[in-house]
């Protein structure tokens, strides 16, 4: 059976899609005897729940008014530079 | 053409960059609509400061349009954006130190913090204990007080979801770095939240 040791440093790899089963197992296997072990899987699982669930807020009127503004001036220097010279005659 | 109802068109990003590479200003735009928000908060997780959040959204958004031509399509555009943003972010970061050396290389790994110090059950639903706001920042208290070195990998493994694999192109770093760091800052994060989030009193031992 893993240590607790060994289980900490395997713990984020449970957490991933990509676990080799055998690792899952073993984890498993560990925090089924190890109450304190369990605990910490669960209040880990748990942390990274909440941080996916984060909101994302919206980008501030203002910043959003600069950002728009530069892309602008980039769209205009762009086709400036792409449409054809103009011949004075 | 007129109509009362509009029904947003369905997010096609493939088709969309394909158009912005083609010059259509409007798909660009929507491009930008769709990811201003995701870039701006992982900048402002970063970099931890308003002000550079603003540069780096900015700077991310302007060099992904100057330089659509050399998107090949490899990678999900997000993808290619983020890692854009992150080399924004990191450098506004190194900018902001005074002596240069943010410690974004490789931490000495001595094991030392890999801890587990508070072992205790939470509370059932401890996040409706708080308002959203409250929570809000909660959250980006727990990241702020994280290292830049697993701050970095974190937000971009945890929070915008990149692979193990994209996140640690992002950074140029080894899967085996990207790995390590990430279960250091997730074990720091737990802590810091089972402090607050703990089952209080005679329930708090109750799983042994």
Partial sequence: ?89 | MSSSITIAPPFDEAELVAKAKAGDHVAFSELVEHYERRVFRMAKQITQNEEDAEDVLQETFLKAYSHLEDFQGNSKFYTWLVRIAVNEALMKLRKRRSDKTVPLDDPIDTGEDVVVREIAVWEDDPEQRYSREELGGILDDAIQGLKPAYRTVFVLRDIEELSIEETAEALGLSISAVKSRLLRARLQLREKLTRLFKRKGNDALAYL
């Fill in chain 1, 1 to 89: 059976m893993l240590t607790c040791k060994q289980f900490l440093q395997e713990l984020s790899e449970y957490f991933e899609e990509s676990v080799d089963p055998a690792v899952r197992a073993e984890i498993e296997r560990h925090v089924n005897e190890c109450p304190n072990c369990w605990v910490v899987c669960d209040t880990t699982r748990r942390t990274l729940k909440v941080f996916k669930g984060m909101e994302c807020h919206a980008v501030p009127e203002a910043v959003q008014r600069k950002l728009l503004a530069a892309l602008e001036k980039a769209i205009a220097e762009k086709k400036g530079f792409d449409s054809p010279q103009r011949v004075d005659h």
